[in-house]
């Protein structure tokens, strides 16, 4: 089945800084990688995803890249705010349409 | 468009007693899986549901099931529950196969 690990567990930035957040995957078949935000107390939110037909994706500060040959993938946020202090999750999903999640990455930004 | 919605979201209940837990996915959306999260285990995949058929099924055992309504609107049922069993229990909604997911608020149920 598939195994998707996830580095670090956490991670401290000043605001403003970078943070970047990474994530490998076992099965070659998997072909969607979603990222996650979850905050205390609430669901997981989606907060940008990528196909594996595509090698990255922008949306404002939040990019991920994806390289398909060494089967990893990795969040990356530019100029961080206290408000994106949370756990964040990456994810992959398989042929079989199951969504396996990393352990998760505890970032916190320090005002 | 209204979100993914659980409940109850808070849940106690004590060793060898059975629970409930309903999911209404988000309106047009047929699949709606389960997940279990735990500081220890992470988030784990329990079962996926679509057009009222389980379309695929995580590592529990027998005690957790789950069906799902003509409505799409889930339930999720542990029986014989376990201290083990105290858990964030997460539902979420796709439109379909290879869809995104999105996660509703969940249900915490503490196990006596």
């Known amino acids: 089945g598939e195994n998707v690990e996830q580095h670090p567990s956490t991670l401290s930035v000043q605001e403003g800084d970078s943070a970047v957040i990474k994530c490998t995957y076992s099965?070659?078949?998997?072909?969607?990688f979603p990222w996650y935000k979850q905050e205390l107390g609430k669901g997981p939110q989606l907060i940008i995803d990528?196909?594996?037909?595509?090698g990255e994706k922008k949306d404002q500060r939040i990019a991920v890249t994806l390289n398909k040959t060494a089967k990893h993938f990795s969040l990356h946020i530019t100029e961080t705010q206290p408000e994106d202090s949370a756990v964040y999750f990456c994810?992959?999903?398989?042929?079989?349409?199951?969504?396996?999640f990393g352990t998760g990455t505890r970032l916190t930004v320090i005002p | 468009k209204a979100g993914v919605t659980q409940t109850p979201r808070y849940l106690i209940k004590t060793r060898g007693q059975q629970v409930t837990l309903s999911c209404s996915p988000i309106?047009?959306?047929?699949?709606v899986s389960w997940y279990q999260q735990t500081p220890g285990q992470g988030l784990q995949f329990l079962f996926e549901?679509?057009?009222?058929?389980?379309?695929n099924k995580g590592n529990f055992p027998g005690r957790f099931s789950g069906r799902q309504f003509s409505n799409s609107r889930s339930e999720m049922n542990v029986s014989t529950l376990e201290l083990g069993d105290s858990a964030l229990y997460l539902c979420?909604?796709?439109?379909?196969?290879?869809?995104?997911?999105?996660f509703g608020p969940g249900t915490r149920l503490l196990v006596l």
């Open positions: 994810a992959a999903l398989t042929g079989a349409n199951n969504l396996f």
């Open positions: 099965d070659s078949a998997s072909n969607y």
């Open positions: 990528i196909r594996s037909n595509v």
């Open positions: 309106s047009g959306h047929r699949s």
């Open positions: 549901y679509f057009s009222e058929t389980q379309r």
């Open positions: 979420a909604s796709a439109g379909g196969l290879q869809e995104t997911q999105y």
